[in-house]
């Protein structure tokens, strides 16, 4: 990046993503900005996928470095900038656990109870109890499908998205995405009717009333 002829009025705050990739071509303070909004997400992202603060923190930097390293080489697809970051640091994650050989991941419990979890958006779910309820459900699905409701429902991010970070078409995610709810269908079925019938103890624990609303929640 020379730094040179870099106008002195750019409002970097008030800039989209799109506007700042490009001015972080050559001017690293646009790039400061693309950090500071994306800093956390990505920390949290890789901390749930690694499950220690000092792996985070290293790979989250390593993440922002090639960022900057490869930033020249950024085009704008159609999907947000975010994408792009997601999916350098999900490959450095699969390399991480590949270079171990080991497949550690956080318990899902833990990481609705840590700084990412206190910052899912309202509109992912009804209420924490909702969120806890997906987040357990999921915790025994492989890898894949476990990363594709994190980034669906707690990034809420769009299947386009979500394909690039996964290095698959919006095609796949979708089709991989119907195999995993039906997955989760009969989790919910069976959690639903064991809690219903727990705590009323009567015929109408057996009713589908309690169980639509947030099955419709997670598109089952």
Avoid: C
């Amino acid at each position: 990046m020379t730094g040179l002829n870099i106008p002195a009025d750019r409002n970097y705050a008030e800039a989209d993503d799109v506007q700042l990739a490009d001015w972080a071509k050559d001017d690293t303070e646009a790039f400061g900005e693309l950090y500071t909004r994306y800093i956390k997400k990505i920390y949290n992202y890789v901390y749930y996928r690694t499950g220690n603060h000092h792996d985070a923190e290293d790979l989250t930097s390593r993440v922002f470095y090639r960022a900057l390293a490869h930033i020249t080489n950024y085009q704008d697809r159609g999907v947000p900038f975010s994408a792009w970051l997601y999916r350098i640091a999900h490959n450095l994650v699969a390399n991480w656990h590949r270079d171990r050989d080991r497949r550690k991941i956080i318990p899902l419990d833990d990481y609705i109870t840590s700084d990412g979890g206190s910052n899912i958006p309202e509109s992912a779910t009804e209420s924490q109890e909702e969120t806890e309820f997906l987040l357990k459900s999921i915790q025994d699905l492989p890898e894949d499908r476990q990363q594709l409701l994190i980034l669906k429902f707690v990034e809420r991010l769009s299947n386009a998205e979500i394909g690039e970070i996964m290095d698959r078409t919006e095609g796949a995610i979708k089709s991989l995405y119907h195999r995993t709810l039906l997955s989760l269908r009969g989790y919910m079925d069976q959690t639903n009717d064991e809690s219903g019938a727990s705590n009323k103890g009567d015929a109408q624990a057996e009713s589908e009333e309690e169980s639509p609303p947030r099955r419709r929640r997670f598109g089952l």
